[in-house]
């Protein structure tokens, strides 16, 4: 019996892999209502700097080490049916998400070749984080070769190859570890490699292979003679990807013996293809009707929506069908950096006086910020600012731009910079959901999910008012996690597999009460901020290199 006092209630296990930890929930069949939930946070974090051994990293690399995952699997499982008292026998299916890409060279076994001796010290047998750049002149190459060779998938991507992609950071691997990519095995998904370490059996989600490594349904993955263009060795890349690939919400089998040691869940039970991260968040927020645009917004944002409509939108991450849930074409577009901004900003540009004042008010720096801030109206500053301090991704797929703010004066103050921030991420999120609406995709409601709406009321306001719509939040902290337990639901017995996810959302949908409404006045000053900003935007972007010969002389460029 569990606490709450039903032996007969049934459980999925749902867990998210984020940027620095895994966040695991225990979701009650009956009514999707998370139960109990553990966090791990990552012992090593991410690697920017240099490896465990010490070996300095080059700039723009963002690694991981595939133990701290394995690890959180042991750590979060076994912890949440001790909190709840649900016994393994109530739990009757299992899902997982992990940003992407996110991959890991190993053996045909599946051991991470970083944990074999003679790769210890090697970067490329590392986990390479979705917020690695160090592939960009990759990109760039394939950019060139599928624009001049008119490959008939790049437009379903918005016409441009990311260097947060799978593709580019095989090809980095190839060019720069010639002797490691002959040596691994696998070249694999993190979401992928979980599952077969959960289940002993290769499979390949098909969220992650559509969105990040161009897998059709009907033409399978991107040609070999196009890949032995981009990187002379790139062609043996086929060989190198698990060959099963497997819808989101499909079981892909039971834990194994050794999974069933490892999570204390028993032999056999359903294990879920894996699947990005945002794309599940859609499903645990349920909103994956038509029409509906999520922004998740978190250290980055990514802008998740479904249509009934398939539009290839130029400088969007990608369309897929089915991408999501059945019969429907989902969307994917998003920004490089948006907490990351923010926690950038207090902690190089704040003065120690505005710490102190927080603490003597109680609040964190963010929240002192924002109270600041929100006693300036829309344009009180005369600043506009571009929130590429990470890159771009849509809609210029372009990680060697950089951030600009533009209006500063001998009376701007760090509350003004702060909002400006603030303005400018509501602008590139608008941008992106623009370009779907002039597409001809319908939008009919916005809804935001993630950390900051729910602890950011000036941003999300700030949020309504640029795009002048209502904005509804979820206020659920574990969208992801949930989304991940419906898939493990639907990976169950009966189930019903990826056909019934979209079913499964709207039995557990709940009206969202948390509303922000966009106020008349804010909104029109904020279109004449937005032209500004869409100017700057257009100039720095399209037009001029101002930016990249900064980058040349900073040592970071090509």
Not at 27 to 39: K, L, P
Not at 280 to 303: F, P, Q, Y
Request: net charge negative; with cysteine; aromatic share 8%.
């Amino acid at each position: 019996m569990d606490l709450y006092g039903n032996s007969s209630e049934k459980y999925t296990i749902g867990i998210d892999y984020g940027s620095l930890s895994a966040r695991a929930v225990l979701m009650r069949v009956s009514d999707g209502v998370a139960v109990a939930s553990c966090v791990y946070e990552y012992p090593n974090a991410v690697l920017s700097d240099k490896l465990p051994s010490g070996r300095q990293l080059p700039p723009d690399w963002a690694l991981q080490v595939p133990s701290d995952y394995r690890e959180a699997l042991g750590a979060t499982i076994p912890e949440i049916l001790k909190l709840s008292g649900v016994s393994p026998e109530q739990v009757i299916g299992l899902g997982l998400d992990v940003t992407s890409t996110t991959m890991l060279p190993t053996t045909a076994e599946g051991l991470p070749l970083c944990e074999l001796p003679q790769y210890a010290s090697e970067p490329h047998a590392y986990i390479k984080m979705w917020k690695h750049h160090g592939a960009a002149r990759q990109a760039e190459r394939m950019q060139r070769l599928a624009e001049s060779g008119n490959v008939p998938w790049l437009s379903r991507f918005g016409g441009y190859i990311s260097a947060e992609h799978y593709l580019p950071k095989a090809a980095q691997i190839a060019d720069e570890a010639p002797e490691l990519f002959e040596d691994c095995g696998r070249l694999i998904e993190v979401g992928d490699w979980l599952v077969w370490q959960l289940t002993g059996k290769e499979s390949r989600g098909y969220c992650a292979a559509a969105f990040k490594t161009y897998y059709s349904l009907e033409k399978g993955d991107v040609d070999a003679a196009f890949l032995e263009k981009v990187s002379p060795r790139l062609f043996k890349l086929h060989e190198k990807l698990p060959s099963n690939v497997v819808m989101a919400g499909d079981a892909v089998g039971g834990l194994s013996a050794e999974g069933a040691r490892l999570t204390g869940l028993l032999e056999g039970t359903p294990v879920s293809a894996a699947a990005v991260d945002a794309h599940v968040t859609a499903i645990g927020s349920k909103t994956t009707e038509a029409g509906a645009v999520l922004l998740i917004i978190g250290t980055s944002t990514c802008i998740i929506m479904q249509g009934s409509e398939y539009r290839e939108v130029r400088g969007l991450n990608g369309v897929v069908p089915n991408g999501i849930t059945s019969g429907m074409n989902a969307y994917e577009g998003g920004q490089a950096a948006v907490g990351d901004l923010f926690a950038w900003f207090c902690k190089n540009m704040v003065p120690q006086a505005y710490f102190d004042e927080a603490a003597e008010r109680d609040m964190d720096i963010q929240q002192y910020l924002s109270r600041k801030a929100s006693e300036k109206r829309p344009g009180e500053s005369g600043l506009v600012a571009l929130d590429w301090i990470n890159g771009v991704r849509s809609v210029l797929m372009d990680f060697e731009l950089s951030s600009l703010i533009c209006g500063i004066t001998l009376e701007t103050r760090p509350e003004d910079i702060y909002r400006a921030f603030i303005e400018a991420t509501a602008f590139g999120a608008w941008k992106t959901v623009k370009a779907i609406i002039e597409s001809g995709v319908k939008v009919e409601r916005i809804y935001a999910s993630g950390g900051i709406p729910l602890k950011n009321e000036l941003l999300m306001q700030i949020y309504a008012d640029v795009f002048g719509m209502d904005i509804h939040v979820i206020e659920e902290p574990y969208s992801a996690s949930l989304g991940s337990a419906i898939l493990g639901l639907a990976a169950s017995e009966n189930g019903g597999g990826f056909e019934n996810v979209a079913a499964l959302c709207e039995g557990y949908r709940r009206e969202a009460k948390l509303i922000y409404r966009p106020v008349e006045k804010n909104t029109e000053v904020y279109r004449q901020l937005f032209e500004i900003y869409d100017e700057l935007y257009e100039q720095y972007g399209k037009y001029n290199d101002t930016m990249k010969k900064l980058r040349s002389l900073k040592g970071t460029g090509k």
